[in-house]
């Protein structure tokens, strides 16, 4: 039992912070390019198709799953929690050399490679669980908590998470929850399911510790050199009354 609720925990905080990446990718574009019914329909489009690829290219591999899930996992946290940032970043770029159309083409390349990422995850999941437990039930509980965790992300990000602590942080917390639920599978895979993690994955995984720890003590001081950068002596505002 304590099996199971350590592997469906990482189901749900990998979930979560999947879908926050995409309202993150959506809502930073927004503020940054106006349009929002466009930037967030095409956003969402954009990551949906990614995840199918994503879960489509799974099939292409047959073992290794739980080192293939944390690798991914990992990568996906580092590129998730620094998501924001990156957009940031690049559209400062844009605004001091007019590359407008360069930087859609980055925003929606670097939307798809964490979307094909993220698109992988719940396959593996999914036959990882399969092993222990019969299809059905294997199916239906991790899209109940796939959904789940998309419910909560989608809820707590614009009513508490932004107002509160701002874009930038956010992006560091979903990362956070990321790697928190990539810990749960290390933990699944090394002592439950007695599985060697090669040392170069959890290189990889110390590596997204740090860089999300370090986004989430300085995520304020980059946040308000952006905006000074960008927006001069003006605030993001998420809700007016």
Known sequence: MKLKILFLTSVFLIAASSIAYEILAATTLTIFLGA??????FTIGVYLAALGLGAWLSSK??????????????????????????LFWTFGLALNFGAFRTFNVFAFSL?????????????FFSRILYQIEK??????????????????????????LFPVIGLVRTSF?????????????????????KRKIRPSIMIL???ALLIIFFGLVFGQKMESYFEAGQFGENKLLYYAQ
């Open 111 to 123: 939307i798809f490679i964490l979307g094909i990422l993220m698109g992988f995850v719940l396959p």
């Open 205 to 207: 995984f110390l590596a």
């Open 61 to 86: 591999f047959e073992d290794g799953l739980h080192s293939r899930l944390i690798f991914i996992g990992s990568l996906s946290a580092i590129l998730g929690g620094a998501l924001v940032p990156l």
């Open 173 to 193: 917390l979903m990362g956070l929850l990321n790697i928190i639920g990539v810990l749960a599978l290390i933990v699944f895979s090394k002592f439950f399911a």
């Open 36 to 41: 929002s019914v466009f930037y967030f329909s």
């Open 135 to 160: 299809l059905k039930d294997v199916l239906g509980e991790v899209l109940l908590l796939d959904y789940l965790g998309s419910l909560l992300a989608s809820v707590l990000l614009p009513i508490f």
